[in-house]
């Protein structure tokens, strides 16, 4: 792919491709507008034709027309490269993995899409069915809302949908690969019967699988379409096909928990609510809304949102950092979050004993007060962890310091590290000084590093070699690169995209190189290949000295990226804008230039 990715640089410009979203005007040999990513009216977009690629000053949004297909688009990858090389004429070599996996999804989507029409005849038109219609009136569920969610009913036989896609075509193995039957000693059977039908749409529209809420007596009151080439639960956010230019319009994703959640908000006007179907949050889920959400507002039910918030509130908060859910929380990343994401990130708590669809449904005008309440993050995990503690229970002192520590080293801004190490002193009884000793303890972890063990040959670009050797030790990799590195420092999209799958992939135990690869996106796995390669003719290291290696790597690649960014900022000047005459140009260039003298401290 990655000489696909060239080809289609070479014969389509970033002027072209982003002159249609952003009204770009003529400034010396580059162009500049007002971003589409952040609202401003001063413009500090700048395209730079000699490099086919664009920057933001205002945002520090950047990168090359991939970057900004998908960022603009809200689209994967392979989805923006597909695009990009169907307007370039350059042709796509997939392999005959990538093609049978597409191959399986559309057919998948396919029996899905008939499915959802067969259950919401049944819904609609069936007397056995009267019961389902009932308990959709009774919470509210309009018929227009019925409608515009597909909203259905499976049957309690055990062969009507069976029989129905036969007559189609469907046969039981097409049916099975869907997710819509199981086999089990007693022969096939259907997945859904008796429940009320809630379609999952990815954000094209195209239905990928389905939820059901139980209409009887059984245990398991809502089930999910099993994992499919088509639906992976964690990867998709329900309604968000629905919500998308909502949320963008807005700027503001509001993320709940269940089906009912998100259609009831929906049914009162509030078209920017997702939900994540009832679990954690996941990585996944929340790179859908990079791009279109510039405030993310998780509102959880009451029962995970008070002052003692529960491991699961927690974990639904921890991805945002787009570090992986695991049994063990790793606090030390939630403040990362903001960067990633590019949004600030809120917790809603609702009143006592209730949840989204019960507060939209009584009083909306008391929805919009909630939201309006919601906590920053970090406030929300700070209250969660000191909130009831006995002054004199030093054990559970001690925990919550050992938790909120890790917290204050990821906040960026010298001044709110300071507000929450007050208020953590005050909390827990604990001298300031103390605190602040801990604090800076963990931020020096990462600067002083002994000399490089290896360094970038001839034939590789610094990321290049970062990447090679994350491959070896995802570990290390996700300290670095959290710490240290910015998307955009990597010098192109591949590379940008495998640096957040190896900070992002779910890994239990220790992830060998192959695994990692079968794991990856196939739109990705030629330019991982390549790396690979590379990394087998890399001098070993292990331990201390491949961390060490990693990290002056990643230190002289974020030095580079600076001072590209810098070029750039020398270039407009150039071209006849003072630079002095800008104060967003001017304070990003002085931040600039103050960050690289703190890096090469780090490297002395």
């Not at 992976?232 to 909502?246: H, I, W």
């Not at 001839?458 to 970062?466: A, C, F, H």
């Not at 890994?507 to 690979?532: H, I, K, P, T």
Request: with cysteine; net charge negative.
């Amino acid at each position: 792919m990655s000489n696909t990715v060239e080809a289609v640089k070479e014969r389509l410009t970033a002027a072209e491709i982003i002159g249609r979203r952003v009204q770009l005007r003529q400034a010396g040999r580059n162009l500049k507008g007002l971003c589409c990513f952040h609202s401003e009216k001063t413009p500090s977009f700048f395209v730079f034709p000699e490099t086919n690629t664009y920057k933001c000053f205002g945002c520090n949004e950047g990168g090359d027309i991939f970057t900004f297909v998908m960022k603009n688009e809200n689209l994967e990858f392979r989805d923006a490269l597909r695009q990009l090389a169907e307007e370039a004429g350059v042709p796509l070599s997939d392999s005959p993995q990538m093609s049978a996996q597409a191959a399986a999804r559309k057919a998948h989507i396919s029996a899905n899409s008939v499915a959802a029409a067969f259950f919401q005849q049944q819904l609609n038109e069936t007397p056995v069915a009267q019961s389902v219609r009932d308990y959709a009136a009774r919470r509210g569920l309009d018929a227009a809302t019925l409608e515009r969610f597909q909203l259905g009913f499976a049957p309690k036989s055990g062969d009507v949908l069976r029989g129905h896609m036969n007559s189609l075509g469907y046969n039981e193995e097409d049916l099975t690969a869907a997710g819509l039957t199981g086999n089990n000693e007693r022969g096939v059977y259907e997945v859904f019967r008796n429940r009320l039908m809630f379609p999952i749409a990815d954000r094209r529209g195209d239905i990928v699988g389905f939820g059901g809420r139980e209409m009887g007596d059984h245990p398991a009151k809502y089930m999910n379409t099993p994992q499919t080439a088509a639906f992976d639960k964690g990867g998709v956010l329900y309604g968000l096909n629905l919500a998308r230019e909502s949320i963008r319009e807005s700027g503001t994703a509001v993320v709940v928990e269940g089906y009912m959640d998100a259609i009831a908000a929906h049914q009162h006007g509030f078209d920017n609510v997702v939900a994540a179907m009832g679990t954690a949050i996941t990585p996944s889920q929340v790179r859908l809304l990079r791009g279109i959400a510039k405030r993310v507002v998780i509102a959880l039910d009451a029962d995970a949102a008070g002052t003692a918030a529960t491991r699961r509130s927690l974990e639904m908060a921890s991805v945002l950092s787009d570090e992986p859910t695991a049994d063990a929380l790793d606090l030390e990343s939630l403040t990362q979050h903001e960067d990633d994401l590019r949004a600030r990130i809120f917790v809603a708590a609702l009143p006592a004993e209730t949840d989204p669809d019960d507060v939209i449904r009584s009083d909306p005008a008391a929805w919009e007060q909630v939201l309006e309440d919601a906590a920053p993050l970090a406030d929300y995990l700070f209250a969660a962890i000191t909130d009831g503690i006995d002054p004199g229970d030093f054990a559970a002192r001690a925990e919550a310091m050992r938790q909120a520590v890790p917290i204050i080293q990821g906040l960026a801004e010298p001044a709110v590290r300071t507000h929450y190490v007050s208020r953590l002193a005050t909390a827990l009884h604990i001298p300031e000084e103390d605190i602040q000793h801990e604090v800076r303890l963990g931020r020096q972890r990462t600067r002083n590093t002994p000399p490089p063990v290896a360094a970038p040959g001839p034939e590789l670009r610094r990321d290049d070699y970062l990447l090679a050797l994350g491959m070896g030790n995802l570990t290390y990799f996700r300290t670095i690169a959290a710490n240290v590195v910015r998307p955009e420092d990597y010098s192109n999209s591949e590379n940008r995209l495998l640096a957040e799958y190896f900070t992002t992939i779910e890994v239990n135990g220790e992830a060998g190189v192959d695994w990692l690869r079968e794991q990856l996106d196939s739109s990705l796995r030629e330019r991982f290949d390549q790396l690979e390669r590379f990394r087998r003719l890399m001098p070993e290291s292990e331990g201390e000295d491949l961390f060490a290696d990693m990290q002056r790597v990643a230190l002289r690649l974020r030095r580079d990226g600076l001072r590209a960014e810098n070029r750039q900022l020398q270039l407009i000047q150039g071209e006849g804008q003072s630079i002095r005459e800008d104060e967003a140009l001017a304070e990003r260039q002085r931040q600039i230039l103050n960050e690289i003298r703190e890096i090469e401290k780090g490297l002395r």
